[in-house]
């Protein structure tokens, strides 16, 4: 994550037109007037399939319930292009590839790309002379803890190529497929500049890591359990061990292992028992966190590793969005992880309850 979360704070900026309003679906008015009785033949002829639509009883709301989240996602963003059909929005999805709005779209990206390399990583990580190509997979950086920095941003960056593919006139599947191989590409691009530089190498696991990261969400929607766990990340400046040691000339905190934690967090109603899951709230989660001491930041194999486990609020269920503009603003914010009570469980020497984590008093 050392080179690409700047890329995706960009990004970020970049991609903030391609939230898209859907509107509402509009609720129908009631057959019969208040007082009204319906025809006798009409209540003779009621079915009890129609009784059961107008009173949905479990097993309806189960059916419901159990709706993949792919299908959800594409019947908004297919709700959405039959607005922009109907009337002209340069903010809502296309209803078919528009070559002006990907031109856009792409050229937004190239941009950020050049601005990211000529403002950060030229002046940063990659202002060292150059060597022959080689490979390093540093599996003993900041103890591993960067490959989960390389799959959170891949998330972040496929969720931002869908959103302007998707505004381009991409299908939902389509836009899913070339964000997750855009995420991929993103992250060869800069391993293989890695890999001329003497202190680093192309890393195939960090280049994994990233890919993985970015098709992450389509993973979910093609298979529901998976929707279950959150990938998640907090940054709280607890420790100044990684700027005293001399952190990166660019000043970037990207790779201030020590005040990263990265989460998954598991939405625990989900797993319930019907008779259990509605005494517990669809909002709480348990998150379980990995981060590193003071003592393995700049370092190849000391300090240790830690681990927690959290309480941790679901965004999406909180506020129950609507329409797919709220949806994906909600999504974005719900991979952060917001402070709460957590416990480091391990190192054993230093387990302890932290009241609002990652703040530390």
Same mark, same amino acid.
């Given at each position: 994550?050392?080179?690409?979360?700047?890329?995706?704070?960009?990004?970020?900026?970049? %991609?903030?037109?391609?939230?898209?309003?859907?509107?509402?679906?509009?609720?129908?008015?009631?057959?019969?007037?208040?007082?009204?009785?319906?025809?006798?033949?009409?209540?003779?002829?009621?079915?009890?399939?129609?009784?059961?639509?107008?009173?949905?009883?479990?097993t309806t709301?189960?059916?419901?319930?159990?709706?993949?989240?792919?299908?959800?996602?594409?019947?908004?963003?297919?709700?959405?292009?039959?607005?922009?059909?109907?009337?002209?929005?340069?903010?809502?999805?296309?209803?078919?590839?528009?070559?002006?709005?990907?031109?856009?779209?792409?050229?937004?990206?190239?941009?950020?790309?050049?601005?990211?390399?000529?403002?950060?990583?030229?002046?940063?990580?990659?202002?060292?002379?150059?060597? +022959?190509f080689h490979?390093?997979?540093?599996?003993?950086?900041?103890?591993?803890?960067?490959?989960?920095? *390389?799959?959170?941003?891949?998330?972040?960056?496929?969720?931002?190529?869908?959103?302007?593919?998707?505004?381009?006139?991409?299908? *939902?599947?389509?836009?899913?497929?070339?964000?997750?191989?855009?995420?991929?590409?993103? *992250?060869?691009?800069? +391993?293989?500049?890695?890999?001329?530089?003497?202190?680093?190498?192309?890393?195939?696991?960090?280049?994994?890591?990233?890919?993985?990261?970015?098709?992450?969400?389509?993973?979910?929607?093609?298979?529901?359990?998976?929707?279950?766990?959150?990938?998640?990340?907090?940054?709280?400046?607890?420790?100044?061990?990684?700027?005293?040691?001399?952190?990166? %000339?660019?000043?970037?905190?990207?790779?201030?292992?020590?005040?990263?934690?990265?989460?998954?967090?598991?939405?625990?109603?989900?797993?319930?028992?019907?008779?259990?899951?509605?005494?517990?709230?669809?909002?709480?989660?348990?998150?379980?966190?990995?981060?590193? +001491?003071?003592?393995?930041?700049?370092?190849?194999?000391?300090?240790?590793?830690?681990?927690?486990?959290?309480?941790?609020?679901?965004?999406?269920?909180?506020?129950?969005?609507?329409?797919r503009a709220?949806?994906?603003?909600?999504?974005?914010?719900?991979?952060?992880?917001?402070?709460?009570?957590?416990?480091?469980?391990?190192?054993?020497?230093?387990?302890?309850?932290?009241?609002?984590?990652?703040?530390?008093?």
């Amino acid at each position: 994550m050392r080179r690409i979360l700047p890329v995706l704070l960009l990004l970020l900026g970049a %991609s903030a037109p391609f939230a898209q309003e859907a509107p509402g679906a509009a609720v129908p008015e009631d057959s019969f007037a208040a007082g009204a009785n319906p025809p006798a033949d009409s209540v003779s002829g009621t079915s009890a399939a129609e009784e059961g639509a107008a009173t949905p009883d479990a097993t309806t709301v189960d059916a419901a319930s159990s709706e993949s989240v792919a299908e959800t996602n594409a019947a908004l963003l297919e709700e959405e292009r039959g607005s922009a059909a109907s009337g002209s929005s340069f903010w809502k999805a296309s209803p078919t590839i528009d070559p002006w709005r990907t031109a856009i779209f792409g050229g937004l990206i190239l941009g950020t790309y050049g601005a990211a390399y000529g403002l950060v990583f030229a002046k940063g990580w990659w202002d060292e002379s150059g060597g +022959d190509f080689h490979f390093g997979n540093d599996f003993d950086y900041a103890l591993n803890l960067d490959k989960g920095g *390389h799959a959170f941003s891949g998330q972040l960056m496929g969720e931002f190529f869908y959103d302007g593919l998707t505004w381009s006139g991409f299908s *939902h599947n389509a836009a899913r497929g070339f964000a997750g191989l855009g995420a991929f590409l993103t *992250h060869v691009a800069i +391993d293989v500049k890695d890999g001329y530089a003497p202190e680093w190498g192309f890393s195939a696991v960090d280049v994994l890591s990233g890919t993985a990261g970015g098709f992450w969400p389509w993973l979910q929607e093609l298979w529901s359990p998976l929707d279950a766990i959150e990938f998640k990340a907090s940054y709280w400046k607890n420790s100044n061990t990684y700027w005293e040691r001399g952190g990166t %000339s660019s000043g970037v905190f990207t790779d201030d292992y020590v005040n990263w934690t990265f989460w998954a967090s598991w939405r625990v109603e989900r797993a319930l028992p019907k008779a259990a899951a509605r005494f517990w709230p669809d909002w709480l989660c348990l998150a379980f966190g990995f981060s590193i +001491d003071d003592s393995a930041v700049l370092s190849r194999a000391d300090g240790e590793r830690e681990f927690y486990v959290a309480l941790d609020w679901d965004l999406e269920e909180i506020f129950k969005p609507e329409s797919r503009a709220l949806k994906r603003l909600v999504s974005y914010a719900n991979t952060i992880k917001l402070p709460s009570p957590a416990v480091r469980l391990y190192p054993k020497a230093r387990r302890e309850l932290l009241l609002v984590y990652p703040i530390l008093f």
